[in-house]
């Protein structure tokens, strides 16, 4: 018993247990959150997927294949958020492995890319969350990405060195790269009084 205690701690502990080099440090409860609203997203959008196959029953075949990109989606995120959900096929924790060695934001683009296609192939409630949430995953791995905003000393710093703010010394050069492209006015008269 205590070997499947073990496992299943093992399974849910390893995602991005160390830090990538150079990468954004990211707080404990952001880390956790996103790995559980994946698993939340994923098990809605397979929800819901099944909820827009259903949909065949009215003939509507784009919310068919909607629903099956959704599943299908669903299938994805679960398999690399947590791949203690699918014991059995050894390639799924290869898979999540790999991912997990990317950077943070190509998981939030691949999240992002697979959450837009059942929204505008079938425009309703259930793929509009099942597959938002997907999409509201993927937009917290990018925030995560982006990593920790700046002090505020830092910001201060940064923005009287590029000249934000009114501390920059105004110019007065009258070369500037606008004013050497300028072409001369014309005086031609008005559009349409031209004598031909």
């Not at 959704?70 to 995120?77: H, I, K, L, S």
């Not at 014991?87 to 998981?107: G, H, L, N, T």
């Not at 192939?121 to 920790?148: D, E, N, P, R």
């Not at 910001?155 to 000249?163: D, F, H, I, V, Y």
């Amino acid at each position: 018993m205590s070997s499947i205690a073990e496992w299943i701690t093992g399974r849910m502990a390893r995602p991005n247990q160390q830090d990538p080099v150079g990468g954004p440090e990211v707080p404990w409860y952001l880390k956790y959150g996103s790995r559980v609203l994946g698993l939340v997203a994923a098990f809605f959008a397979i929800l819901f997927g099944l909820w827009n196959v259903v949909s065949i029953l009215t003939l509507d075949v784009s919310c068919l294949v909607a629903g099956i990109i959704q599943m299908v989606a669903g299938f994805v995120v679960m398999a690399l958020e947590a791949p203690c959900c699918f014991p059995c096929i050894e390639q799924v924790e290869q898979a999540a492995d790999k991912m997990d060695s990317k950077p943070m934001y190509f998981r939030a683009g691949l999240y992002c890319a697979l959450g837009f296609p059942p929204i505008f192939m079938c425009f309703g409630l259930a793929s509009l969350f099942g597959s938002g949430l997907i999409f509201a995953t993927g937009a917290v791995y990018g925030m995560m990405a982006l990593g920790k905003k700046a002090s505020v000393d830092d910001m201060r710093a940064a923005a009287q060195q590029t000249g934000y703010g009114g501390n920059s010394v105004p110019t007065t050069n009258d070369r500037s790269g606008i004013v050497n492209n300028a072409q001369p006015f014309s005086f031609t008269g008005a559009v349409g009084t031209d004598n031909v």
